[in-house]
């Protein structure tokens, strides 16, 4: 059953903090979506990008080890000058319900500093959630390795991490686009990722979904996708869900295996209940059966013949360790004999053929190898074990005495012998 929110109850407080540049211009591209509802804040070592911020609250960090001029794309000082500001950045977050960490990883601040905001918010009891993108091949493999790092050490923080990975722009822009468009088509991203979790908490709705709904799904969740979808019309739920939950641009496009899911339909005054059940049930057939997942609907009369799908996917941490692990196939031998260069006489009849009707290798390979001398008067050793290892050899083929003299063989050939024997060759 429908129901009208109640305006008269208690809004959380959301927060959006913007660390490095990358941050700052993710804030940027959100304050000119005019998100409702949300404070924003940049964190910065440069203060020149800092100046160039939109957000009402700046705060500079590290001043006194970086004089303003940026970490230097090291991540080390970048944790370095949050931790000798943290007191500020406490400040800056106090009394949220909810922020929102967005950075650029693989340069210094962004990378450095975000963990250190996300390790104060999870020590105040504020529900974080981080949303990151991951640099460009092209831009190194520094960068990468600071990024991954950087990642790895926010991850302990956040309640909820959100990846987007910058090499995946080019599939969601045509060939020849500008930079500059492309940076913004990843910061659009960053900040449908935020308004569609803001949105749903913030937005009074036509179905009931509150800020314990969203934290039920992003607290402690680890790893998660958001997808966002837009279609119009007839059947623009329908499309919109599908594009929503098939996003290129994020690291994991898909919610299988997906623990916590949430939903999130806006659109205009003529949307309907059966757009909604179609959207919501294609989401549905594509989700685990054990997820828990939480729907909301909301009316937004600009919106018109448009619609809006917002997914939320978290604990996804399985399915990415299942998916690495290797499948492996039993192996079984061709029936056929398989010839084998230099090797027929001794193997190609045994390939593939059953056990009972294998040839023994070893007296093939002795009897084509090894030739057995005669057995002659000459050449029998004597059994007696009593008998000295040096008469033995002495006594053996006595007619070949001769050739072990040192002025008949070569001279690479004397230190071929054994020293004793060619002593006694000498005598």
Same mark, same amino acid.
């Given at each position: 059953?429908?129901?009208?929110?109640?305006?008269?109850?208690?809004?959380?407080?959301?927060?959006?903090? &913007?660390?490095?540049?990358? &941050?700052?211009?993710?804030?940027?591209?959100?304050?000119?979506?005019?998100?409702?509802?949300?404070?924003?804040?940049?964190?910065?070592?440069?203060?020149?990008?800092?100046?160039?911020?939109?957000?009402? !609250?700046?705060?500079?960090?590290?001043?006194?080890?970086?004089?303003?001029?940026?970490? %230097?794309?090291?991540?080390?000082?970048?944790?370095?000058?949050?931790?000798?500001?943290?007191?500020?950045?406490? %400040?800056?977050?106090?009394?949220?319900?909810?922020?929102?960490?967005?950075?650029?990883?693989?340069?210094?601040?962004?990378?450095?500093?975000?963990?250190?905001?996300?390790?104060?918010?999870?020590? +105040?009891?504020?529900?974080?959630?981080?949303?990151?993108?991951?640099?460009?091949?092209?831009?190194?493999?520094?960068?990468?390795?600071?990024?991954?790092?950087?990642?790895?050490?926010?991850?302990?923080? !956040?309640?909820?991490?959100?990846?987007?990975?910058?090499?995946?722009?080019?599939?969601?822009?045509?060939?020849?686009?500008?930079?500059?468009?492309?940076?913004?088509?990843?910061?659009?991203?960053?900040?449908?990722?935020?308004?569609?979790?803001?949105?749903?908490?913030?937005?009074?709705?036509?179905?009931?979904?509150?800020?314990?709904?969203?934290?039920?799904? +992003?607290?402690?969740?680890?790893?998660? !996708?958001?997808?966002?979808?837009?279609?119009?019309?007839? %059947?623009?739920?329908?499309?919109?869900?599908?594009?929503?939950?098939?996003?290129?641009?994020?690291?994991?496009?898909?919610? $299988?295996?997906?623990?916590?899911?949430?939903?999130?339909?806006?659109?205009?005054?003529?949307?309907?209940?059966?757009?909604v059940q179609e959207a919501a049930s294609l989401i549905y057939d594509s989700a685990d059966d054990e997820a828990n997942i939480i729907l909301g609907a909301v009316i937004n009369p600009d919106m018109e013949d448009d619609v809006r799908v917002t997914v939320i996917a978290t604990g996804l941490e399985d399915r990415v360790v299942k998916a690495e692990l290797p499948q492996v196939k039993k192996w079984t031998p061709d029936k056929k004999p398989i010839s084998l260069k230099g090797s027929d006489r001794i193997l190609s009849k045994n390939i593939g053929m059953p056990r009972s009707e294998q040839k023994p290798i070893e007296r093939i390979i002795y009897k084509e190898a090894v030739k057995e001398p005669e057995k002659t008067a000459d050449n029998i050793r004597s059994a007696?074990?009593?008998?000295?290892?040096?008469?033995?050899?002495?006594?053996?083929? $006595?007619?070949?005495?001769? !050739?072990?003299?040192?002025?008949?063989?070569?001279?690479?050939?004397?230190?071929?012998?054994?020293?004793?024997?060619?002593?006694?060759?000498?005598?």
């Open positions: 059953m429908f129901e009208l929110e109640d305006i008269g109850r208690p809004v959380a407080k959301i927060k959006v903090v &913007g660390v490095g540049g990358g &941050g700052s211009n993710a804030v940027n591209s959100m304050l000119a979506a005019n998100i409702y509802g949300v404070e924003f804040i940049t964190v910065n070592t440069d203060a020149q990008h800092l100046e160039a911020s939109l957000a009402p !609250v700046k705060v500079k960090i590290g001043a006194g080890l970086t004089k303003g001029l940026g970490a %230097g794309s090291n991540p080390v000082i970048g944790r370095q000058a949050a931790i000798d500001d943290k007191d500020t950045l406490a %400040g800056c977050i106090e009394g949220a319900d909810m922020i929102f960490i967005t950075a650029g990883m693989g340069g210094g601040t962004g990378t450095g500093a975000s963990p250190v905001v996300a390790s104060l918010a999870r020590e +105040m009891g504020i529900l974080a959630v981080g949303v990151v993108t991951k640099p460009f091949y092209y831009e190194g493999r520094k960068r990468a390795i600071n990024a991954e790092d950087g990642i790895r050490e926010l991850k302990k923080y !956040v309640d909820t991490l959100i990846i987007i990975p910058n090499d995946r722009i080019h599939l969601v822009v045509e060939k020849g686009t500008p930079l500059l468009k492309s940076f913004s088509i990843a910061n659009d991203v960053l900040r449908q990722a935020i308004q569609g979790i803001s949105d749903l908490i913030l937005i009074p709705g036509l179905i009931n979904l509150d800020f314990a709904d969203v934290k039920s799904i +992003m607290e402690n969740a680890g790893r998660a !996708v958001i997808g966002v979808g837009n279609g119009k019309g007839d %059947g623009g739920a329908f499309e919109a869900a599908k594009r929503a939950i098939s996003n290129p641009l994020l690291e994991e496009s898909s919610i $299988e295996g997906a623990k916590g899911i949430l939903i999130n339909l806006t659109g205009g005054l003529n949307m309907s209940i059966d757009a007696e074990p009593e008998q000295n290892l040096l008469e033995m050899l002495a006594k053996e083929n $006595e007619d070949q005495k001769p !050739v072990l003299n040192e002025s008949i063989l070569p001279q690479e050939d004397i230190y071929d012998i054994p020293t004793f024997l060619r002593k006694k060759t000498g005598d």
